[in-house]
């Protein structure tokens, strides 16, 4: 049988997984298909140099496991994995009786590197499991009628996509957590690279992170993008990093960039703010879709883990300007990215580009969390630029998302400015939603919102800021405390401050505050007092505010007009009202 696109075959594997039913449970579909489907995927890329390995593999007898895969991985065509177990998936199907031991077998014969994936899977639970519902064999002879070698790496990562999606609805999961939109990562590179003479250098070395990287498609985009735009890829080296929290979504990763070359020991599973496994480096680009508004304090031993860090390290770890809420710890991931730039005194340091959802631009006032966060930020003049997005682009949310790019080494001509992007209603509408994702960015829409980002100049969808005008200070007013009409004086006659009382104002950075107390205050209440002490500075990013457009309200003859004519529409429908 022979499938043909790739759509076709990911939809041929979703149906695979009927044969489960009764079995097992419909949310327990992904944990035999996706292994099944990276486990075919390596079978028949495989298949065209796996009788040199085997002619190879019987002279190594004696050699150590170590020696065995770095010399059989050569010979496979692919660097770091091979097979060398004499079974495949048509070879298994002639032996229907030993299905079990001979697919552990073949399993058995992967380099570690691939061995340790389906260790991941837990796959030799679901082995056992399948084969003692006789269900084993069915599966990889319904495996083995898709062919998988012809399947691009952009294109197998749909594939997985569309797997994880509909397994994902079938669990009432929630999709969007594993993986972002293909065209918003395509926008994010773009706007990322764009402009970086670095990323087009003939003989550039270049390592890519990612500390929540699901099925790898921002790593794979941002190489692809290299590969397509770079003088001359072939003299080029780009080295992708990233680690996950979900085991089984981090195997595909996994597997998915080892087949593209990439060194799998770069990808890592574990919690990337408790158990970071790559501490030391640091990278040149950086990509991020955290989750939205997750709970970063469920777990007691991270919630003890991350606030240790901040106060016993301050600084010199990764989240010394705050911590954000518990209830969303987007934030920390983006200190944690911080922290992973290069020296940008000795280097050309280093551009993240991270999705948030609306909350980090403005949650919390003055002296919380967030907003020292946001003033460490921009007051080092990291925060380049943020670009708003359409709604409904993504499969869990329909709420507005933005693209931060942050990076600590400015061109000349964006230091001490800050760039954003009203791109909303850059966007086209899908012909069948799937789920909350209604809307798509299309390749010119890409083009066009990457080209106003890129132009840095001011137009209807862009403004230019200096960093100083999303800060403020935020004064505290006193007025004196009365008793029978009286101000009360504390033991020195200074009046004391009457708590119930207490008033504040929020005052821009570019206005002296004395003046401003002075014509906005005093005239209203001229017995009060600035408390000066108390005084401190936030930074927000109002976005919706900055290009907010005034609509006149309609005339009272036209509004009046439009009442009128529904009034005798009601009236002669009342009229026709037989009794």
């Known amino acids: 049988m022979t499938v043909g696109s790739f759509t076709e075959k990911a939809n041929f594997i979703w149906s695979i997984a009927d044969l489960l039913r009764g079995d097992y449970k419909r949310a327990e579909y992904g944990k035999v298909i996706l292994p099944f489907t990276v486990l075919k995927r390596l079978d028949d890329i495989l298949k065209n140099t796996k009788p040199d390995v085997l002619n190879l593999y ?90 998988l070698n012809d399947v691009s790496g952009l294109e197998m990562g749909y594939i997985f996509e569309h797997l994880i999606y509909k397994f994902a609805e079938e669990s009432n999961e929630t999709a969007g957590e594993h993986f972002t939109p293909r065209e918003v990562i395509e926008l994010m590179v773009h706007v990322l690279f764009q402009n970086d003479r670095r990323f087009y250098k003939t003989g550039a070395i270049l390592n890519i992170y990612d500390p929540a990287c699901g099925t790898g498609g921002m790593l794979t985009i941002a190489e692809d993008y290299f590969k397509d735009h770079n003088e001359d890829p072939e003299s080029s080296v780009v080295n992708l990093y990233g680690q996950d929290v979900n085991e089984e979504i981090y195997a595909i990763c996994k597997a998915d960039l080892m087949i593209k070359g990439q060194n799998p ?19 040149d680009y950086m990509l991020c879709n955290p989750p939205f508004g997750v709970n970063w304090g469920k777990k007691t031993d991270v919630k003890n883990f991350i606030k240790d860090e901040h106060a016993d390290k301050g600084f010199d770890g990764r989240f010394g300007a705050g911590l954000p809420p518990i209830s969303d710890g987007s934030l920390l991931f983006l200190q ?145 405390l009365l008793k029978n009409g009286k101000i009360v004086k504390d033991k020195s006659g200074k009046p004391k401050a009457d708590s119930k009382l207490r008033d504040y104002e929020s005052i821009p950075l570019d206005e002296d505050i004395h003046k401003y107390f002075q014509r906005e205050v005093l005239p209203h209440l001229p017995s009060a007092w600035l408390d000066e002490d108390k005084t401190k500075r936030g930074y927000e990013i109002n976005f919706n505010s900055e290009f907010y457009e005034y609509k006149p309200l309609r005339p009272l003859d036209a509004i009046k007009e439009d009442i ?16």
């Open 58 to 147: 019987e002279k190594l007898e004696g050699k150590s496991e170590e020696a065995i895969d770095t010399i059989l991985n050569g010979k496979s065509g692919y660097s770091y994995f091979h097979n060398h177990s004499k079974f495949d998936f048509e070879s298994l199907l002639s032996q229907p009786n030993d299905i079990g031991p001979n697919l552990r077998n073949y399993i058995a014969g992967f380099s570690k590197s691939v061995r340790d994936i389906f260790e991941s899977f837990r796959f030799d639970n679901q082995i056992d499991r399948l084969d003692k519902s006789n269900l084993l064999y069915q599966m990889v002879k319904e495996f083995n009628a898709i062919e």
């Open 265 to 283: 020991e770069n990808i890592q599973y574990g919690n990337s703010f408790t158990d970071d496994k790559f501490p030391l480096e640091t990278y």
């Open 336 to 480: 944690h990215l911080i922290s992973k730039m290069k020296d940008p005194k000795t280097t050309d340091g280093s551009r993240i580009a991270i999705v948030f959802s609306g909350s980090p631009l403005f949650a919390g006032g003055a002296g919380s969390g967030p907003s020292e966060i946001r003033k460490w930020i921009i007051e080092n003049d990291m925060l380049e630029g943020i670009i708003a997005l359409p709604n409904q682009l993504f499969y869990n949310t329909g709420i507005g998302t933005y693209i931060w790019i942050v990076t600590n080494k400015k061109q000349d001509y964006r230091k001490g400015k800050v760039q954003l992007v009203n791109a909303v209603n850059i966007y086209e509408k899908m012909k069948r939603s799937l789920n909350n994702k209604r809307n798509i960015i299309s390749d010119e829409n890409i083009r066009e919102i990457a080209k106003i980002y890129g132009g840095f100049q001011e137009t209807k969808v862009s403004k230019i800021y200096d960093n100083e005008a999303f800060g403020y200070n935020k004064v505290t007013v006193e007025s004196p």
């Open 564 to 579: 009128m004519v529904l009034e005798n529409k009601t009236n002669d429908a009342i009229k026709n009202i037989v009794i």
